[in-house]
């Protein structure tokens, strides 16, 4: 198997994008715990801490799910750098472990996706229970 310099190079813009859309999510719900902080230190309620416990689980996913897509872009870089220098064989392995990189990072957004979706609907089914009586 040949692996041009090109191919590597293909994952740029897809993780670019990626890690820009993790960094938004994070910003996001950085914001969130923030408010719900100073919320629980006015009135402290369990459902409050409840969310914050669920946020703080999705900021860890977030954070490895940047770590993993940074590591792809990473190997992936190293990966043309090594069949730049002719390094066929070394430069088709690292580019595996780049989209195996890439694969965990959607896995884990995957992951967070259902956790922020199961955590709507929790946070709605009040409002979904009225609407049935």
Do not use: C
């Not at 191919?7 to 993790?22: D, K, W």
């Not at 195996?100 to 955590?119: D, H, P, T, Y």
Request: glycine share 6%; net charge positive; no cysteine.
């Amino acid at each position: 198997m040949i692996l041009q310099i090109e191919t590597p190079a293909l994952l740029f813009g897809a993780t670019s994008l990626i890690l820009l859309a993790y960094t938004n999510r994070f910003l996001t719900i950085a914001t969130i715990v923030r408010g719900l902080k100073k919320t629980y230190k006015e009135k402290q309620n369990d459902m409050i801490l409840l969310e914050i416990k669920n946020l703080n689980l999705r900021l860890t996913l977030i954070r490895n799910m940047q770590m993993a897509g940074v590591m792809s872009l990473f190997l992936s870089v190293f990966a043309m750098l090594l069949l730049f220098l002719e390094q066929q064989t070394a430069g088709i392995y690292l580019f595996g472990l780049s989209l195996l990189g890439l694969l965990i990072s959607l896995g884990l957004s995957f992951w967070e996706i259902s956790i922020s979706v199961n955590a709507l609907r929790l946070h709605l089914s009040d409002l979904v229970d009225k609407e049935v009586k």
